[in-house]
C-alpha cells in the first residue's frame, strides 16, 4: 500500500528559529495536506497543495507540492513557544484515501 | 458550526464486548473517514465512505465495521473487542475528494 515517510521524526529548538519537515512517498499523489495536532485533539488544517509546483503560505507556514508529485516540504519561520505539536502530512492520490505520514514532533524552547 | 462530533470521548470496554462509535457532521460533506491513532504514532485509515451507501476499506479494517446511511453519520462497530484496538479514534470528513479534511475531536478506547 501507499506509504509517506515523513522526517524529522522530531525536532527540538530555540524560538525563533526557521524549521524544516518533509514528506516523502513511493506514489504518486494529487493531493498534499499538512495538518498540526496539539495534545488530546484532533489534527488541525494548515494548508492544502493541488498541483504540482505549487508554493502555499499560511503566516509564518510555507508548503510546497512537490514537481514529482511524490513529496512536499513544510517551513515554519521564526519559530514561537505555540507551535509546539506533532506536525502530520497526508497525501491523497486517485483511490480517494487520505493517508497520513507517521508526524514530526516540534519542541520549542523559549 | 459543530463540524465533525464524535461520542463518546472517552470509553472503557471489556475483552469481548462490542460498542460503536458515533460519527456525524453538519457541512454535508460527501467524503467521511475513520482513523486510529496509537501513542506516538501516525494516523491509519481504518475506513472510509465517499457517500450515503457506499463505504470501503482502509489499511487496517479487521475487527471494524461501518455504514453510512446518511450523509451526515459514519457510524463505526467494534463487535469483539481486543486490547490491540486500545488506540485515539478520530474521524473526519471532506467536501469531495482527498481534499481539506476536517477531524473531530476523538475517542479514546481503552480495551482491558
Known amino acids: 500500500g501507499q506509504q509517506l515517510n515523513q522526517s524529522p521524526q522530531s525536532m527540538f529548538i530555540q524560538e525563533g528559529e526557521d524549521v524544516s519537515m518533509n514528506c516523502t512517498s513511493s506514489?504518486?499523489?494529487?493531493?498534499w495536506l499538512w495538518y498540526k495536532q496539539d495534545p488530546g485533539e484532533g489534527p488541525v488544517l494548515l494548508i492544502a497543495?493541488?498541483?504540482?509546483?505549487e508554493l502555499t503560505s499560511n503566516g509564518r507556514l510555507t508548503a510546497q507540492f512537490g514537481i514529482t508529485r511524490k513529496d512536499s516540504f513544510l517551513n515554519i519561520s521564526a519559530s514561537i513557544p505555540s507551535d509546539v505539536g506533532i506536525y502530520f502530512c497526508?497525501?491523497?492520490?486517485?483511490?480517494?484515501?487520505?493517508?497520513f505520514g507517521t508526524g514530526t514532533l516540534l519542541a520549542v524552547q523559549p | 458550526n459543530a463540524g465533525v462530533t464524535q461520542t463518546p470521548k472517552f470509553r472503557i470496554l471489556k475483552i469481548g464486548q462490542s460498542m460503536t462509535l458515533q460519527c456525524t457532521q453538519d457541512?454535508?460533506?460527501?467524503?467521511m473517514y475513520w482513523y486510529r491513532q496509537d501513542p506516538g504514532m501516525g494516523l491509519k485509515l481504518i475506513y472510509y465512505?465517499?457517500?450515503?451507501?457506499?463505504?470501503d476499506k482502509g489499511e487496517v479494517p479487521n475487527g471494524y465495521n461501518v455504514s453510512r446511511s446518511t450523509t451526515e453519520d459514519f457510524p463505526l462497530r467494534l463487535e469483539l473487542a481486543a486490547p490491540s484496538q486500545t488506540s485515539v479514534y478520530f474521524c473526519?470528513?471532506?467536501?469531495?475528494?482527498?481534499?481539506?479534511?476536517?477531524f473531530g475531536q476523538g475517542t479514546r478506547l481503552t480495551v482491558v
Open positions: 473526519a470528513s471532506s467536501s469531495w475528494g482527498v481534499t481539506e479534511a476536517f
Open positions: 457541512m454535508n460533506h460527501n467524503y
Open positions: 497543495l493541488y498541483k504540482a509546483g
Open positions: 465512505s465517499v457517500g450515503a451507501g457506499i463505504t
Open positions: 506514489s504518486i499523489f494529487n493531493t
Open positions: 497526508a497525501g491523497g492520490g486517485a483511490t480517494n484515501k487520505l493517508i
